[in-house]
């Protein structure tokens, strides 16, 4: 005999099984969001108490919740009580002001009310035709978040003449931002060395720094670059870790000489390690040579560039061929919302434009729109432009600067209390509001035995639930990462992980 299933949910059918489903009944829709509002502000309100990383296991959920669905239905309030028992407990807790690791993702009240009206809308947005207010309301994110950054007008979809040549879109992550332009450039590099076909691919290579985010390296396996030609240049401390534009064109000019295309130069302003910069005017510059795509990843650091002091660092992005940069890491916008530019549309919709028969209309004939599906790998499209949108139009200008200048000041007096401590040293100098450091060798200590230490700091640090930090390695040597930017965090949230950090080092050192 087979087993029998005791969980009540699974067989138990409740009065509202005998009515007809109303998945959209508006009673329903009050009453449910009404909950969900509330558990979210608890949840933001309590979130500091809770352990950052939880302590669960893998298939922890399937354990306490049915391995099967459901076949009745149940009332919302028991969907709810199980994600406050058993989903909540094994979050690590990217909201909680203790959370120091990788970098934020931040969010706010208006992303998240923007996010919630969008779902609610449900469009797919694939042409203007089909989501009108919402192709509008991206385009005017975008161009208000262009200006905000002060790039050229040519990276922008309406400008005070009419529409513009450059445009923007809304994608999910950096990763895609890079696929999709990676595609363009292959394209355009293949039209231009007279490629019949794709036959020309297996000469056309790419570059980065050694810094650059792994997911680079993806893509230009995804677009089918040959994995022999994706040149990663090494960085050091000469240049605090940032892509040298002299050893760029040495690699460059020696593949030309080799019989190879340079087609794609990835710069990135604010590296994941390290937070390095790499010289975005010095890198267009030796790309232009060789009639090289140019991308600027500014995933994180880009909203810096909000900030007047911080502009210089994207100084130069005239000349770059496309940038990418995401609210939903520092600009408080929730994921997913990764926002790409580009200098010449037509250079990226004629690489992914498709255009079946059923999507045919009027308004895409008369030339005068985008449609977006044209700019990105897939057709359906979220309304992502909305919360970015409400967040520039419900916080100002001057709030959003006052948030990252926070953050900054904030990572900046992490910095000074860690130079303080003769225990410890800063390993490259801190850009926007990265820190990394480490315990430093002394006489007794070799760099091995210093690594080790710093990575034991790490896991007792973390495992206190008090807070969390990440890793990575620089100049082969394990170096902590202290990111700032937690939307709740606070100056004392800093001071007290600092406090922490110099209890556990002294409890491992006595």
């Not at 809308?121 to 385009?139: D, I, K, L, R, S």
């Not at 709030?399 to 490259?428: G, T």
Request: charged share 20%; aromatic share 8%.
């Amino acid at each position: 005999m087979g087993s029998i299933d005791t969980n009540p949910t699974a067989f138990s059918a409740f009065p509202d099984d005998d009515k007809p489903f109303q998945p959209l009944n508006t009673d329903d829709v009050r009453a449910y969001l009404h909950k969900a509002v509330d558990f979210i502000s608890d949840y933001y309100t309590n979130v500091e108490s809770m352990p950052v990383l939880p302590n669960v296991k893998p298939g922890y959920l399937q354990d306490q919740l049915s391995a099967s669905p459901p076949t009745y239905s149940a009332p919302f309030d028991v969907t709810m009580k199980e994600i406050r028992n058993s989903v909540v407990p094994g979050m690590t807790h990217w909201a909680s002001p203790n959370f120091f690791a990788f970098f934020p993702s931040t969010n706010s009240a208006a992303a998240i009310a923007g996010d919630l009206i969008a779902s609610a809308m449900n469009t797919v947005g694939f042409t203007w035709q089909a989501a009108p207010a919402a192709t509008e309301m991206e385009v005017l994110a975008l161009d208000w978040l262009a200006q905000l950054l002060r790039l050229p007008t040519t990276f922008m979809n309406r400008t005070s003449s009419g529409r513009g040549t450059g445009g923007g879109v809304i994608l999910g992550t950096t990763s895609e931002a890079m696929l999709v332009t990676l595609v363009a450039a292959r394209d355009a590099a293949l039209r231009r060395s007279g490629s019949i076909g794709v036959s020309g691919l297996p000469k056309l290579a790419v570059y980065a720094a050694d810094q650059t985010h792994s997911t680079f390296f993806k893509a230009c396996r995804l677009a089918g670059f040959d994995p022999a030609n994706i040149r990663s240049i090494r960085t050091g401390p000469e240049t605090d870790y940032g892509l040298d534009p002299v050893r760029l064109l040495e690699v460059m000019q020696a593949d030309v000489d080799a019989g190879l295309v340079p087609t794609y130069v990835c710069a990135t302003v604010g590296t994941t390690s390290s937070n390095a910069v790499d010289p975005v005017g010095a890198v267009a510059d030796v790309a232009a040579m060789f009639n090289a795509w140019v991308h600027v990843d500014a995933a994180y650091a880009g909203s810096a560039c909000i900030c007047p002091e911080f502009r210089h660092h994207l100084d130069g992005v005239e000349r770059v061929d496309s940038i990418s940069m995401s609210p939903h890491k520092w600009l408080m916008t929730c994921l997913d919302c990764t926002c790409l530019y580009v200098r010449d549309a037509h250079r990226l919709s004629d690489a992914l434009e498709t255009n079946p028969e059923y999507l045919k209309n009027d308004v895409t004939d008369s030339g005068e729109v985008t449609d977006l599906k044209d700019m990105q790998v897939g057709v359906g499209r979220r309304f992502r432009g909305l919360k970015l949108w409400m967040v520039m139009r419900t916080y100002g200008t001057a709030k959003l600067q006052e948030h990252i200048r926070s953050d900054v000041a904030m990572a900046k007096m992490f910095e000074d209390l860690v130079r303080d401590d003769d225990r410890f040293e800063i390993v490259v100098p801190r850009n926007f509001a990265l820190v990394c450091f480490r315990i430093k060798t002394n006489g007794s200590m070799t760099e091995e035995e210093a690594d080790e230490a710093n990575r034991v700091l790490m896991e007792n640090l973390n495992k206190t639930g008090k807070a969390y930090l990440a890793h990575t390695v620089v100049g082969d040597r394990f170096v902590l990462r202290f990111a700032v930017g937690s939307s709740l965090q606070e100056e004392r949230h800093v001071r007290s992980a600092w406090e922490l950090i110099k209890k556990t080092t002294s409890e491992m050192m006595d």
